[in-house]
Structures are given as structure tokens and as C-alpha cells.
């Protein structure tokens, strides 16, 4: 067994909202920079060009990388042989989240209804997760409003073939246009039920780019594939790089259903993760 104090947890969430706001996830540049040699559209090439310059300035300044800095999803895996102390495990990330966002744009209402803005960026989304060892990990993922509205879900009938799902995920992105800023990066959750494959298209989002998932590997391909045939481009605007990357995540679903959605990241992907 393994004591971790809340406080440690909290000053983790704390930087990771501070890095998340200016640096690029892990492997995305890479990803602009092979975008910007693929593309034909002069159009294209001068905004992803932008794109890639604006990084960089982020990351030197430590300045956002876009106004938006985002509703702060909060990933946490929690090893069973790990003991919290200190304190409770989300008062400790929401009290982190307040601190790291105390210079960045708040974007949280505490009620949808009246939208009343909390002036500091709580409470976050988080999702636990209890894992083998004696670890913490947490993972920040800071969502923009323009890319998050544009996801969408649908609930197939087993019958459906996977032409049909690469066809909703192709038409929601045509439909979208240059809403949710494209290139864009796909987090796309296939199974479990309604609200678990829209949770399973944001973790989508946390896989480090270029790491591969053996069982959907080729229907990514597939799909990048189409929606880069689109001729949507970059800020739609034109192109052949509407999407830098697909990621899938799975899971078992019922025999009568066949939940789909899909989580739209813009091209200022700012996932950062730490392990306790």
C-alpha cells in the first residue's frame, strides 16, 4: 500500500491545467508538420501553416493556445493499493482546477439553465477509474466549446453494416463544415450503451497519437481515409487534410443495440497527463 496526499493530487491538476493551456498533446505537431507537406490547397497550406506558427509562439510565451481554454475533463486511473489522504479526491481536483485557471478564461456555468458563470472553472468533468498497483494517474483534457458541440451519437441496430457508421461519422463531419475548426482529431466510441460510448469517443481523445489499437486499426484508417476525401480542409475552407487522426475505443453492447458517437477535437489538442 501506497499513501498519496490529496495535496499532491491537487498541485498535479493544478500544472497540468497550466501546460494544457499552451502545449500541444504529444505527437500532434508532427502531425501539422506532415499535414502542411500533404497539402495541395494554397488556402490549406497557409492556415496550417498559422496553425503550427501559433503553436509555437504558445509554447515559448506560455500563452494559450486559443482563447477557448476549455470545460476541464479530468481523467483519473487510481490504483487499488494507492490510499488517498488528505482529503476527498474531487475536492482535491477541483480545487486544482480553480488554481490553474486562475489566469485563463473560466467557461463553466453552474446551472445550464440560468448560466451563471462559477469564476473559476469548476466543478471539472472527471471520470475515475479504479486499476491495478499502487499508482495515480491524471490526465487533463481541456474541451472547447466550438469542437465539443459539434459531437454526436446514434443508436444503430446490430444490423447495420460498417458502411453505415463510417457514413454517419463522414456526413456529421461535412455537415459540422469549419465549425469545430478542422484538421480535426476524431475520438469515436463504438458499443456499450448510450452514455458509455460517448465516453469511450473522449477517452478516445487520451490515446498518445500514433499509439495503435490492434482491433481498429484498419476502420481508422478507413475512416481518416473518407473524411480526408471530403475536400472539407483545413478551417473548411478547402484541402485534403480535414483530419489529422481517428482514434477508436470499443467496448461489449447489448444484442440489440449498437451505440456510435463521436467527440471532435480541433487542431489545438491539449491533452497532458502525470503519474503519482
Known sequence: MREINTSQIKQAVSDLCQKSSYTLADGVMDLLRGALKNEESKTGKEIITQIIGNAEIAQKEKLPLCQDTGIAVVFIEIGQEAIIVGGEIKEAV?????????????????????????????????????????????????????????????????????????????????????????????????????????????????????????????????????????????????????ALAVHIETHPCHITSLPVAINFECHAHRYQEIIL
Open 94 to 242: 477541483n480545487e486544482g482546477v480553480s488554481q490553474g485557471y486562475k489566469n485563463l478564461r473560466k467557461s463553466v456555468v453552474l446551472n445550464p439553465i440560468d448560466r451563471i458563470n462559477t469564476k473559476d472553472n469548476t466543478p471539472a468533468i472527471i471520470h475515475e477509474e479504479i486499476v491495478d498497483g499502487y499508482n495515480i494517474k491524471i490526465g487533463i483534457l481541456p474541451k472547447g466549446g466550438g469542437a465539443e458541440n459539434m459531437s454526436a451519437i446514434k443508436m444503430f441496430l446490430p444490423t447495420a453494416k460498417k458502411e453505415d457508421l463510417i457514413k454517419f461519422i463522414v456526413e456529421t463531419v461535412v455537415s459540422n463544415g469549419a465549425k469545430a475548426c478542422p484538421p480535426l482529431i476524431l475520438g469515436i466510441g463504438i458499443g456499450g450503451t448510450f452514455d458509455y460510448a460517448a465516453y469511450l469517443a473522449k477517452k478516445a481523445l487520451t490515446r498518445k497519437i500514433g499509439a495503435k489499437n490492434k482491433d481498429t486499426v484498419e476502420l481508422e484508417k478507413e475512416i481518416l481515409s473518407q473524411v480526408n476525401k471530403t475536400g472539407l480542409g483545413p478551417m473548411g475552407l478547402g484541402g485534403r487534410v480535414t
